[in-house]
């Protein structure tokens, strides 16, 4: 009863438009005071206690790095490499557009990075060529997509601190769904593109010299994804020490290479990193609390017996997971959502026999669908400020692109293997 209380008052003050992280508390401290015999001292204690993680550091560097590209230029090379590899088939920059988020996804390591940075390249190209506008910005907000799910990843890492997992095998365990959805979407626009479901003006080859000079000065700003996987594997670097790696590495290229950042660069990308990895520590400390709440009150026993209630087929309570957390995703930003919902679902899930790793790409997955689904979806409004479209008229074009993500969702869940054959090869556990 306390766990539903407590995400009630949650809920309400969150319908009222009061900031995430300030409902979470405010909840929090009204059900400790009103109805669980709890001193308040235990409210700083455990806000503290979440925060003090050595491996959280990860979180404001690749934050750094994929703004230190934004701000430097980098990732409109990252653009034209895309574009002069794969600009030609067909589907045109619509294909690019998917490539592009592969390779800045092994940067940015935020889907909100990506939206902001390279979704904004990428619609002005597509304006430029004449694709529908609002086609553009689906296929440029369900890409954005792909960014937290491919190492780096700043969701990954709270959830394995958060589940007690290892880091490095929550990093790499993204990658295989990132790359199947980044597959699974590449077909669905040549499909789309093959029976004219929409507009697609051909984009020439480029010629020889073209194509070496934007390979060529694109290659040091992709080459940054290897650095951090190839430092993880190998294991040179700690997956914390990665994302120093990564702003080291972007910060030498951007300066020396490129020569491309300037000092107001600089400074614009500290003071943006600051604030989002600001914003995304207090959600940390105030899910805490919540979670201490939820967890004491043993809410994940009530919802396994629940579960156990309604079917005892397995495939049939993953189904119904998915669902549940799909419906979770459309209401609640996703890494707030992530902290309240592990103590809850990963102790149902083990009991389903899924692997912990597994299961954490599973509830990324569903809550980053959240991001292109109303009423809460942050990138339909990020990308309804860059196009000028209305957040509905976002959505529309985002439509087409639910039925493949739908399909990965379930492939991911139903075939383990899919999330799991990268960390069993390259960090096996011990």
Sequence with gaps: MTTFIVLG???ALFLLRVPVAASMLI????????????????????????????EFLAIPFFILAAELMNSSGMTERIFRFATALIGWMRGGLAQVNIVGSVIFAGISGTAVADAAGLGRVEIEAMKKAGYDLKVSAGITITTCIIGPLIPPSVVAVIYAITAEVSVGRMLLAGAGPGLLLAAILMLTVDWMARTGRFHCPPVA????????????????????????LTGIVAGVITPTESG???CVYALLVAAFYYRSLTLAHLRDALVRSILASA????????????????????????????????TDQVWLQLLLINLFLLLVGCLIEGIPAMLILIPVMLPLATQLGLDPIHFGVILIFNLLIGIITPPMGVGLFILSNITGLKVEEVFKGCVPFLLPLFAC?????YVPQVTLFLPNLLLPMK
């Design 9 to 11: 008052v949650f809920a």
């Design 279 to 310: 914003m995304i520590m207090l959600i940390i400390a105030a899910a805490s609390v919540m979670s201490f709440i939820v967890t004491r009150e043993q809410s994940a026993l009530e919802l396994l017996r629940w579960m156990s209630q309604l």
């Design 244 to 246: 120093v790696a990564a």
């Design 205 to 228: 080859r480029p010629t020889r010299a073209q194509f070496w000079h934007a390979i060529g000065d694109g290659l040091p700003a992709v080459f940054t994804p290897f650095i951090i």
């Design 409 to 413: 969702l379930l492939l991911i869940t």
């Design 27 to 54: 909840a929090s401290l009204i059900v400790l005071v009103a109805v669980v015999d709890v001193p308040l001292v235990v409210v700083p204690q455990v806000m503290i206690a979440a925060c003090n993680k050595f």
